[in-house]
């Protein structure tokens, strides 16, 4: 059997992600081919994700794999069933549990990717000569594990998008000794795209210190650039592993997101594995 060349498919992913799957018949009972296992359909979809191919090039039963097309109904399915975001949890909680979070201090920032095919989901991107375009954010913590990541059109200010991401901020224990229960950042860290006085007032009104970059002439560039906030970009480049966003090439955005919401599991779950294994967590890339 050839060897698979994208071996995502580790313990600690897998049980991320097999407890969210919906639970589906084994049969059809007026017959039928067989239903396709739910992890070998997983398998073609961190196919596609890492390498970036199309569907309908999905390697199949040389590999273990159903057909692509059987890889996209069931991703279709599971994303309309959140399983992704569900499963972002289960490896976050597990590495709070290994003392790995730190959230202490919690980084925002954004980056665009270019839209191939357009859609309602994709903007303008002022950075890209006008082209179409997506735009991920994402909230990492102190050491720059992805706790949220949500997408949208690339001509979406970031600003816009700061307060819906601490509605998602999600509750987890972080790796001090007392193991303190997180509801919300403690300090929120950001540069100047999300320094407007009115954001800093919203901040600061939920009890969180903002160490957002206000905005004005004169301003620094970014809070903590180089010294804190470098764990974010060190985070963004990791998204750039996945071929399959480092463009948007879907047509609707919940896809899009859930691609996104895939791959935070992915990242999440190598920590975890280094972390058992007592290898440099944050030293190697997703």
Not at 20 to 26: D, E, G, I, N
Not at 180 to 192: I, K
Not at 256 to 278: M, S, T, W, Y
């Amino acid at each position: 059997m050839p060897k698979d060349s994208t071996p995502d498919l580790t313990e600690e992913l897998w049980g991320a992600i097999e407890p969210h799957l919906p639970a589906r018949p084994t049969h059809d009972p007026k017959g039928g081919r067989p239903r396709a296992n739910d992890k070998a359909a997983l398998r073609g979809i961190l196919y596609l994700l890492r390498e970036g191919s199309r569907w309908q090039s999905i390697p199949g039963t040389a590999l273990g794999r159903p057909s692509g097309s059987t890889c996209w109904r069931r991703f279709r399915d599971w994303t309309a069933a959140g399983v992704w975001a569900d499963a972002h949890l289960q490896p976050l909680d597990l590495l709070g549990g290994e003392g790995v979070l730190d959230l202490r201090r919690i980084i925002v920032d954004s980056a665009s990717t270019r839209a191939q095919r357009g859609g309602t989901h994709a903007g303008r991107n002022p950075t890209d000569r006008g082209k179409e375009g997506c735009k991920r954010h994402v909230m990492t913590d102190a050491n720059g594990i992805p706790l949220v990541v949500q997408t949208g059109p690339a001509n979406q200010r970031d600003d816009t998008k700061l307060e819906e991401l601490l509605e998602a901020f999600p509750v987890l224990a972080d790796g001090d000794e007392a193991k303190t229960v997180h509801v919300q950042p403690a300090e929120l860290m950001g540069d100047r795209g999300y320094g407007f006085p009115h954001l800093i007032a919203i901040v600061l009104m939920h009890g969180i210190v903002s160490r957002l970059s206000p905005r004005g002439k004169g301003q620094p560039h970014g809070s903590g650039l180089g010294e804190q906030r470098y764990v974010v970009e060190r985070t963004m480049s990791w998204w750039t592993h996945f071929r399959r966003i480092d463009f948007c090439y879907e047509r609707e955005g919940e896809h899009f997101q859930g691609l996104h919401g895939l791959a935070a599991c992915v990242i999440c779950a190598n920590k975890l594995r280094a972390a058992r294994d007592g290898e440099s967590t944050f030293a190697q890339a997703a």
